[in-house]
C-alpha cells in the first residue's frame, strides 16, 4: 500500500510538481523588485549629494528674536519644524554644543506643542517668504522621473524571457497529453452504482481483479488483457461504467477523450499519446480510459483525407503503444465507442483490444435496477410503481432513465409536491417520448382529423392478437406531433415472425386509412407514420429476405457517411433491374398492409366513430378505458344483429 501511493505522489510531481519560484514569471519580478530599489537609493543619493546644506538649530526663541529684527528671508513650514534661510548670517552660539565655532546661514527650529498664532502675522510682516513642505513631494518627484522607465523596462525585460522560452513552452504544453488522473478521493463511483450491465461488470471485474492480484492469474499462465472495447447506444452507460473501474481498481487511472489527440499542428496527437502511455508505464499497473476512440481511430485511408491525416498519425501511434507494452507493464486500454462499425480492423484485432463488451440498452430488469439506483435520493410517493414504470420504458437507455427521474422531480417541485408521484414520472415519460406538451389551440375541424387518425391506429392495433397492448392514446399536440398512440410490448422481443412486422405496417398506415375512409381525403399528419413504415418493409425486403419475388437474400445499402471515414461514395452490390425489384417490393408490401388497416376500420366503422367521439370528449384514452368502449360497442352490434334476426323470423 505504501509504494502504492508512492506512485500517486510521483506521478503528481511529474503534472504539476513545478518549482513556482524557478518560474520565468517569478524571475522577472524578482529582478524588478531589486531595481526599483537600487533606483531609488541612487536617486536619494543623488538628491542629498546635490541639495547639501548646513543647518543650525537654534531654540525658538533665538528664531523669534531673528525674525523680530527681521532677518528671516525664508521659512519652510512643516508639521513639527520649521527651517529657513537667514538675509545675513550668525554666529553659533556657546550655549549651542553640537554647533561648529562659524556662521550659519540656514537654520531649523521645533514648534511648541502650544503653538503660535501670531506667527503667520509676524512672518508676513517681517517680509519672509512662507513656504509649506508636504514631506512626500520627492517621492512624487521620484515616480514621475523613474515610474515611466520602470516600466518601459519591465516590459522589454518581460518580453525578452517571454520570446525566449515561448517556443518551448508552447510545444510542452501541446505534447502534454492532458489525460486526467483520478484521484479515489474525487468520486464514490463503484460497480454498486452501475445498474443493468451484468455482463459489462463480469468482464471488466476480470480486469480489476487481475490488476488488484496479478499472481492468482500468473501461476496458471495467464496474461492481462491488454486492451477492452466497450461498444454500444450513446447513454447507455460507457463512460459510467469506466469510472466505476476506477473505483474499483486502486491503481493510477487516467482518462482522456479520443478528440484531446488531436491539435491544429501536425505531430502533436502523436506526441500526446507517447506521454500519455509514458505515465501510464511509469505507474504502472495502471488504466487507460480513452473515451469516444472513434474520433481518432477510423479507418485508414479511406473517406475524405489520405496518409498524412493527423488523425491517422495518432492511430499510428496508438498501435504501436499497445504493441509496446512488456511482459512487465501491466497497463490496460478501456475505450469506448458508439460506432464501432468504423473502427479500423488493426485496432480491434486480438492483442490490442483483446475484449470486446457490447453494451446495449437494458431489458426490462435492468431498467429496474438502474430505476432504482436513481430514485435512492428521490422522494417518492408510496403510488409509484417502478416496475410498471420499467415495464412503459422499453428502449430507454441508462441516461432516458435518470433523465426522467430527474424531469419528475423538476416537475413536482414545481408544484410544490412533497413527494414525487406516479403521475409525475408518467408525465415525465410522455415528455421525453413525445416532446413536451405545445399551447396550440387546434379547431374543432382539426381536432375532428386527429382524432380520427388516432383511432386508426388504434382500432388497427386492437384488432391483431400479437399486437403490442395500446398504453395509452391522446390528442394533445406534443413536440412535433399533434396527437399519439403509445404501444408497450408485453416482454422484450429480439426476433420478430413476418406476420407480426406486417401487423406493424397495418398499424403504422391505420392512420392514412381512417382518414381516406372519413373524410375521402388524406393529410399531411401521417408523415412520420410512412417514413417509419417505408424503413420496416425496405428492411423486410433488403436485409430480412421476406420478399417472395427476391426470396432470402440480403441486400447491401451503403450506410456510412464519407466523413467517417469508412465509404467514401454509397455502395451496392445489385444490378439497377434488381434496384427496380426492391422498390416495387417494397411499395407492394406497404399497399398490402394499407389494404389490409382499410378493410379492418370498414368493418368496424362504429368502433371507429365510437373511438374518435370518446377521443375529442377526453383528449386521453388508457388502455383499461379503450378495451371497455370496444367491448361495450361490440356487445351492441350483436344485440342489434339478435333483435334483426328476431325481426326477420
Not at 379547431?443 to 391506429?457: D, L, N, P, T, W
Amino acid at each position: 500500500m505504501k509504494a502504492e501511493n508512492n506512485r500517486w505522489n510521483d506521478d503528481s510531481e511529474d503534472n504539476g510538481g513545478e518549482d513556482r519560484g524557478s518560474s520565468p514569471g517569478g524571475r522577472i519580478w524578482k529582478h524588478l523588485l531589486v531595481i526599483f530599489i537600487l533606483t531609488i537609493i541612487f536617486y536619494e543619493l543623488f538628491l542629498y549629494g546635490s541639495q547639501k546644506k548646513e543647518y543650525l538649530e537654534i531654540p525658538y526663541s533665538a528664531f523669534k528674536a531673528e525674525l523680530a529684527k527681521k532677518n528671516i528671508k525664508e521659512v519652510i513650514a512643516r508639521s513639527e519644524t520649521i527651517s529657513g534661510e537667514f538675509f545675513q548670517a550668525i554666529s553659533a552660539d556657546n550655549s549651542l554644543p553640537l554647533a561648529q565655532e562659524r556662521s550659519y546661514r540656514y537654520f531649523s527650529t521645533r514648534i511648541p506643542k502650544f503653538g503660535d498664532q501670531d506667527l503667520m502675522r509676524e512672518l508676513i510682516k517681517a517680509g519672509a517668504t512662507v513656504r509649506t513642505d508636504s514631506g512626500n513631494e520627492w517621492f512624487l518627484s521620484l515616480m514621475i522621473f523613474v515610474l515611466p522607465w520602470l516600466l518601459i523596462l519591465g516590459f522589454f525585460w518581460y518580453t525578452s524571457k517571454k520570446l525566449n522560452s515561448s517556443q518551448t513552452a508552447l510545444f510542452t504544453r501541446f505534447n502534454k497529453s492532458g489525460a486526467s488522473l483520478y484521484k479515489k478521493t474525487k468520486s464514490n463511483i463503484t460497480f454498486d452504482d452501475v445498474a443493468g450491465l451484468t455482463n459489462a461488470k463480469q468482464e471488466l471485474m476480470d480486469i480489476v481483479s487481475y490488476l488488484k492480484e496479478p499472481k492468482r492469474y500468473e501461476r496458471l499462465g495467464g496474461k492481462i488483457p491488454r486492451g477492452v472495447l466497450l461498444m454500444g447506444p450513446p447513454g447507455t452507460g460507457k463512460t459510467l461504467i469506466a469510472r466505476a473501474v476506477a473505483g474499483e481498481a486502486n491503481v493510477p487511472f487516467y482518462s482522456i477523450s479520443g478528440s484531446q489527440f488531436i491539435e491544429m499542428f501536425v505531430g502533436v496527437g502523436a506526441s500526446r499519446v507517447r506521454d500519455l502511455f509514458g505515465k501510464a508505464k511509469k505507474n504502472a499497473p495502471s488504466i487507460i480510459f480513452i473515451d469516444e476512440i472513434d474520433s481518432v481511430g477510423r479507418y485508414r485511408g479511406a473517406g475524405l483525407g489520405g496518409g498524412q491525416d493527423e488523425r491517422e498519425q495518432t492511430l499510428n501511434q496508438i498501435l504501436a503503444e499497445m504493441d509496446g507494452f512488456g511482459e512487465h507493464h501491466s497497463v490496460v486500454v478501456i475505450a469506448a465507442t458508439n460506432r464501432p462499425d468504423v473502427l479500423d480492423p488493426a485496432l480491434i484485432r486480438p492483442g490490442r483490444f483483446d475484449r470486446q463488451v457490447v453494451i446495449e440498452r437494458p431489458h426490462r430488469e435492468g431498467r429496474l435496477q438502474i430505476l432504482k439506483v436513481h430514485t435512492r435520493k428521490v422522494r417518492l410517493a408510496p403510488d409509484v410503481n417502478l416496475e410498471l414504470l420499467a415495464q412503459g420504458t422499453p428502449g430507454f437507455s441508462g441516461a432516458d432513465l435518470e433523465n426522467l427521474v430527474n424531469e419528475a422531480a423538476i416537475d413536482a417541485a414545481r408544484q410544490n409536491k412533497d413527494q414525487v408521484y406516479m403521475e409525475d414520472l408518467e408525465r415525465a415519460k410522455d415528455k421525453i417520448i413525445l416532446g413536451g406538451l405545445r399551447e396550440d389551440l387546434l379547431s374543432e375541424e382539426e381536432k375532428r382529423i386527429v382524432a380520427y387518425h388516432e383511432a386508426g391506429h388504434t382500432l388497427v392495433a386492437k384488432s391483431f392478437p400479437d399486437s403490442d397492448p395500446i398504453h395509452k392514446v391522446t390528442i394533445i399536440p406534443r413536440g412535433r406531433s399533434l396527437g399519439a398512440t403509445e404501444q408497450l410490448p408485453k416482454e422484450e422481443q429480439h426476433n420478430y415472425f413476418q406476420s407480426y412486422l406486417m401487423h406493424r405496417l397495418a398499424i403504422n398506415l391505420g392512420g392514412r386509412a381512417a382518414e381516406q375512409l372519413v373524410f375521402n381525403d388524406i393529410t399531411s399528419g401521417a408523415e412520420n407514420d410512412l417514413k417509419q413504415a417505408t424503413q420496416l418493409a425496405r428492411r423486410m425486403v433488403c436485409h430480412w429476405g421476406m420478399s417472395s419475388r427476391l426470396g432470402p437474400v440480403a441486400f447491401r445499402h451503403g450506410e456510412g457517411h464519407v466523413f467517417l471515414g469508412k465509404e467514401i461514395a454509397q455502395e451496392k452490390d445489385y444490378s439497377e433491374r434488381t434496384a427496380v425489384i426492391i422498390d416495387q417490393e417494397v411499395q407492394s408490401l406497404l399497399r398490402a398492409a394499407l389494404q389490409q388497416a382499410e378493410e379492418i376500420l370498414k368493418e368496424n366503422r362504429k368502433i371507429l366513430d365510437r373511438l374518435a367521439k370518446a377521443l375529442i370528449e377526453k383528449e386521453v384514452l388508457t388502455e383499461a378505458e379503450i378495451t371497455a368502449l370496444i367491448a361495450e360497442e361490440k356487445k351492441q352490434t350483436e344485440a342489434q344483429k339478435e333483435e334483426s334476426k328476431l325481426l326477420v323470423s
